[in-house]
């Protein structure tokens, strides 16, 4: 199966293309086969004609909801093709490849009733098309950064479970990405070759490269006005980008530098040190680096948004729906660090309910009170007359309560 992603900023700029306006050969006629649409307020069809879906704004409400503060682009579109040499599927069969897709990108996770509004829809034979909007329900925007790897990673396991490939797929090991090349010519260019697929050519561009197409086939290659040291630093990040996401990679030796230090980076080494954490403690530790409400990378972050919101009315007084949007973002920060606020502590706390201590640190503790009660049992009239002696009045523990 092959997937291709797509973005536009209404649902209705995709119908030329659903319906076949923009096809010489002939118009077409696509049909819903699923969809989920969250909480819209009026009842829609699952089946049958898509036209009042993508015509009537309904994936579109979410976005429009966000207003100003929306994506450029808030509609996103994944086509799915499967291999002709193969039955086609069913349109339950596709149905289920779509919902697969959703869920596998984090548009509309299982189980989560505040997912991305999407429909299912088919125009031809050994195809499907997601139509999705990637404003979430509670007004939260969904990352699309890593959604090409994803896609392709599932078209890959629903093909290996269709026996679509000649190969099985059983683990992400077997999975071999294709050689990609990175090198300087002579002229003094860095080229790379080899990045036949979508997901290899998303990932260059993000590192700064611009796709060529030509006759000797796709190629990316860095602005010939970049700076060596610059161009190595982004050559030798485009490689560790690509490595990260399985691709083998062939990177000039005068090319590997140190990459480029980013915040970015520093939260990805963070994110490294998470998943080796060998135990609650450890854990807390590294947490507490990002969410430490003094010196935490979270409040750093929500105090340069909230910079970045003051500053802009200053450079322009009518950049007030700008300012806003940055404003918007440092509060939901602000709400977020409240969310977390003991959060590291818990963690820390977690490592005295490790399995196969409870019942050593029971016995600990029972052996260290009957050792203090030998040490510290008072004679017969000290007992008694401290049983004699009256309760505290209750007036004098409510001040002290509510004191504290």
């Known amino acids: 199966m092959i997937a291709h992603l797509q973005r536009a900023a209404t649902t209705a700029a995709m119908i030329p293309t659903l319906y076949g306006l923009d096809n010489p050969r002939g118009r ?28 009537g704004g309904v994936l579109d409400a979410p976005a429009l ?30 149905a289920d490849v779509a919902r697969r897709l959703v869920t596998a990108t984090g548009l509309a996770p299982t189980g989560d009733p505040d997912g991305c509004r999407w429909a299912a829809i088919r125009n031809g034979d050994r195809s499907v098309h997601v139509v999705a909007t990637v404003v979430r329900e509670d007004g939260y925007i969904h990352g699309t950064y890593r959604d090409p790897f994803h ?15 000649t190969r099985a797929v059983t683990t992400t090991k077997d999975h071999r990405m294709p050689v990609i090349t990175i090198s300087a010519e002579p002229s003094g260019s860095i080229v790379a070759t080899g990045t036949s697929d979508d997901l290899s050519a998303t990932l260059l561009r993000h590192a700064g490269f611009k796709q060529i197409d030509d006759w000797h086939g796709r ?19 485009a490689a560790e980008m690509l490595r990260a ?31 080796g954490s060998t135990d609650f403690a450890e854990l807390a530790g590294v947490l507490d680096q990002l969410l430490d409400p003094d010196e935490g990378m979270l409040v750093y972050l929500q105090e340069a948004l909230e910079t970045a919101s003051e500053h ?75 049983i004699r ?9 409510g001040p002290a309560l509510r004191a504290r």
């Open 312 to 386: 802009i009315i200053d450079l322009g007084p009518d950049q007030v729906e700008l300012s806003d949007r940055f404003g918007f973002a440092s509060d939901q920060l602000v709400a977020l660090q409240a969310d977390l606020d003991g959060a590291v502590d818990e963690v820390q706390r977690a490592v005295f309910h490790a399995p196969g201590t409870t019942a050593v640190r029971a016995d600990d503790d029972l052996q260290s009170r009957a050792a203090l009660a030998r040490t510290t049992t008072p004679s017969a009239p000290a007992a008694a007359a401290a």
């Open 245 to 275: 996401a399985r691709y083998k990679v062939a990177l000039d030796p005068r090319l590997a530098v140190e990459p480029l230090h980013t915040a970015g980076r520093q939260v990805l080494g963070l994110t490294d040190e998470l998943r």
């Open 151 to 165: 896609v392709q990673a599932e078209c890959t396991r629903i093909a290996a479970e269709l026996g679509h490939l």
């Open 389 to 397: 002696l009256p309760p505290a009045p209750a007036a004098s523990a």
């Open 65 to 94: 909801r966000l207003g100003a503060r929306a994506p450029e682009y808030p509609v996103w579109m994944c086509s799915v093709r499967s291999d002709p040499r193969h039955p086609d599927l069913s349109d339950a069969q596709w």
């Open 219 to 237: 190629r990316h290659r860095l602005p010939t006005t970049t700076p060596h040291p610059d161009a190595a630093a982004m050559a030798t990040q």
């Open 28 to 55: 077409l006629r696509p049909w819903l086969i699923g969809a989920d649409y969250r909480g819209a307020d009026k009842q829609l069809p699952l089946f049958g004609d898509p036209q009042e879906v993508l015509g």
